[in-house]
């Protein structure tokens, strides 16, 4: 268990930390200090377990404050933004925004039989998955909640360059993520922001399940993989956390790879 530190001023802002990638994160950072504030959007069937884990954070004697709202409606974001801004003691502030949504459309685009996707899947996927890291990122920046060296961080895939069935619509999604990641890293900088995606590997995560054929996507990452084993969600919360150090700020604008060299092959 990492050290308390409820002086500590530092919050990292989790979008979709209730699970998979954005919780392991979430771990991470408070393990090392930081306050957290996990948005999310769960069924209220899953949130007596949801708030079992949420404890494992509690646990590390920082703060933690969580939303289960759709972080996807203008007026929601709005007003957490507010929510948020109240809710920071003064002289603290929003250190690190880790972007780990994981709502698209899983269709192919076409099949002789079942339904193929059309032009509003593309938009809904592009929305949650892409165009919600722009909002906000824009949203915390103008309320004026970031720090002085804001670390904003988010998670692409090998969908970003190659093609996968069902995956069409959040292979653009990640495309755009990547886009916006880098003329977010670009326009900001003078405001002292640092943005970056990670690429994991195929990591065993309730998001990769919900793939079809998602069985064969593991077991063709295990024999492409040099360490032979998948991606854990601790591994990317590791290099998320390394990404948030001192020493990792001339780094911006990039995709860094975390997948034990399974894209070596």
């Avoid at 919050?11 to 504030?37: E, M, N, P, Q, R």
């Avoid at 709502?103 to 949650?128: C, Q, R, W």
């Avoid at 854990?232 to 001339?250: R, S």
Wanted: aromatic share 8%.
């Amino acid at each position: 268990m990492g050290t308390t530190n409820n002086d500590n001023t530092f919050w990292a802002l989790i979008l979709g930390g209730s699970s998979g990638l954005g919780f392991a994160t979430a771990k991470k950072l408070a393990a090392h200090g930081y306050h957290v504030i996990i948005i999310h959007r769960d069924r209220r069937s899953e949130l007596e377990d949801i708030e079992a884990s949420f404890n494992m954070i509690r646990a590390y004697g920082n703060k933690l404050i969580t939303m289960n709202i759709d972080a996807f409606n203008a007026d929601k974001r709005t007003a957490a933004v507010m929510e948020i801004q109240n809710l920071l003691p003064q002289g603290h502030c929003i250190k690190v925004l880790v972007h780990s949504v994981a709502k698209g459309t899983l269709k192919p685009m076409y099949s002789d039989h079942g339904s193929t996707l059309v032009n509003a899947d593309f938009k809904i996927t592009l929305e949650a998955m892409a165009l919600s890291l722009y909002d906000w990122t824009k949203a915390l920046f103008a309320s004026d909640v970031f720090a002085a060296d804001t670390r904003i961080i988010s998670f692409t895939s090998e969908g970003n360059t190659r093609a996968l069935p069902n995956y069409g619509a959040v292979s653009v999604a990640k495309v755009a993520l990547e886009a916006l990641t880098r003329n977010i890293a670009l326009e900001f900088a003078p405001k002292g922001i640092k943005a970056n995606c990670i690429q994991a590997g195929v990591t065993l995560t309730k998001s990769l399940k919900m793939i079809p054929g998602y069985a064969s996507i593991k077991e063709h990452a295990l024999a492409r993989n040099p360490n032979k084993r998948l991606t854990t969600p601790e591994d990317v919360a590791n290099a998320v956390y390394m990404l948030t150090l001192d020493e990792a700020k001339w780094i911006t604008g990039t995709v860094i790879k975390v997948d034990g060299g399974e894209s070596l092959q």
